[in-house]
């Protein structure tokens, strides 16, 4: 059956960097854009960024734009999010989701999500 | 970018029928998708393509999308269908903003 699952979570000073990693298996991985959602504490969801099957195109929400970055390596069934100048309002857990491969996408499934926590 | 309204919560006595609405600007136009998200889990999916329901989802999950608003009905509720739900679309706007977007959410309450 299809599995995901990340890693990488952690408490992080304001400014600081961390990367998500998203280990998957049970399907195709090369084959699957991508995703990263994230859901702050007690709030609901933010879709953060995709990236297409072969990493040739990739999006972000506003909010992460310019210091985030979403990429994948195929060879290792690995998904990442790296993470930089981090703020506080950047603590949530952070999901990886599989694309469907289709337009007007959803996300199924999910992974059990890492929490980060950017905190001083 | 493209905004999805959500009522905050619904409450339901079990063996009734909860309808939660999700409004959007024209969102007949768009597919919408649901996920049940319940206390310390992952969200699942339960309803794609406005209307049709993932393997292992029950029938009792229905949903139906027209005009302004979409709706997820979820029929002989039971305790276990108590959750946060949300809504969900891919907006294809011309400013390439907020391509995935999610409604706020619905906290279902089972009396």
């Known amino acids: 059956q299809v599995q995901l699952v990340e890693s990488g979570g952690g408490v992080v000073q304001p400014g600081g960097s961390l990367r998500l990693s998203c280990a998957a298996s049970?399907?195709?991985?090369?084959?699957?854009?991508m995703h990263w959602v994230r859901q702050a504490p007690g709030k609901g969801l933010e879709w953060v960024a995709f990236?297409?099957?072969?990493?040739?195109?990739?999006y972000y929400a506003d909010s992460v734009k310019g210091r985030f970055t979403i990429s994948r390596d195929n060879s290792k069934n690995t998904l990442y999010l790296q993470m930089n100048s981090l703020r506080a309002e950047d603590t949530a857990v952070y999901y990886c989701?599989?694309?469907?491969?289709?337009?007007?996408?959803?996300?199924?499934?999910w992974g059990q999500g890492t929490l980060v926590t950017v905190s001083s | 970018s493209y905004v999805l309204t959500q009522p905050p919560s619904v409450s339901v006595a079990p063996g009734k029928t909860a309808r939660i609405t999700c409004g959007g600007n024209?969102?007949?136009?768009?597919?919408v998708h649901w996920y049940q998200q319940k206390p310390g889990q992952a969200p699942v999916l339960v309803i794609y393509?406005?209307?049709d329901r993932p393997s292992g989802i029950p029938e009792r999950f229905s949903g139906s999308n027209s005009g302004n608003t979409a709706t997820l009905t979820i029929s002989r509720v039971e305790a276990g269908d108590e959750a946060d739900y949300y809504c969900?679309?891919?907006?294809?706007?011309?400013?390439?903003?907020?391509?995935?977007?999610f409604g706020g959410g619905t906290k279902l309450t089972v009396l």
């Open positions: 969900q679309v891919w907006d294809s706007s011309s400013d390439h903003r907020g391509y995935w977007v």
């Open positions: 393509y406005d209307s």
């Open positions: 989701a599989k694309d469907p491969g289709v337009t007007t996408s959803w996300f199924d499934p």
């Open positions: 024209n969102i007949g136009s768009k597919s």
């Open positions: 990236i297409r099957y072969d990493g040739s195109n990739k």
């Open positions: 049970g399907f195709t991985f090369s084959s699957y854009g």
